[in-house]
């Protein structure tokens, strides 16, 4: 907004996404300067204009920056894109405290992933052991990229049944592939296999069911084989943008 003020999107736990100008926040001595930046959290303080239904950032305490975000490309586009997914779906229709805490949570493993020791000294997360860095340990980021949009989808009240054959009501543990359907983006057991090919190894069906009942940074050290892995990354990006319906722009850009 200009040159000295930003025009900000924030997400919040009780109200929902909210547009708010920061006056001064680009540069200069506004009390803003420099706490206005992607992926900050804190308490932030606004003033509702009634007249134009319009509000603006008066302070902020209780900041946490994300620095890592500035220093790899695949974490920014991985930030970038859950708050693309929640922009473009109206933060899930509603859904503001569980899309909130999850976004928190994510940012969190994705900043001890990227800096493990950083975090640790901060004291914001004390987990057992440390964890491989992304840059040690490639594999990572694209569990969290598979770990985020199942979280979402659960948040949002769209996560596929992985237990039951959507046509036929058979368990879907058995020894064998289960299928999506790309219309109602449910499973359906091998007998009622629809002409879509999109299929979950049972192997990435049991991953699922393990690691979705986990703390998210416990879910990420658990692994598959890599070709389970390249399978369930694209039927988990193909699934995010059938619910959204729309393109998402950090997902063109063949980052992530
Ligand atoms: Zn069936």
Known sequence: MGEIHRNVTLLSPEIGLVQAAAFGARKGKSRLS????PFVSGNFYLYHNPVNNSYKI????SAVFRE???EDM???YLAAFWAEIIIQTYSGGGEYKGLYVLLEEALNVLGEIMDPEAVLKKGELKMPGRRPSAYENRDVPPYLLIQTIWRFLDVIGYLPDLDICSSCGRSLD???SIFLENDSLNFNCVNCCPRS???LSQGARKYLKHTLSVLLMDAMSVKLVPAALASLRSLSIF???QVVDKPLKTLQGGIL
């Open 174 to 176: 058995y020894p064998g």
């Open 197 to 199: 090919t999109m299929e």
């Open 239 to 241: 699934l995010i943008t």
């Open 34 to 37: 420099g706490w206005v930046e």
């Open 58 to 61: 008066t302070d902020i305490d």
């Open 74 to 76: 695949y974490a920014q």
């Open 68 to 70: 890592y975000l500035r």
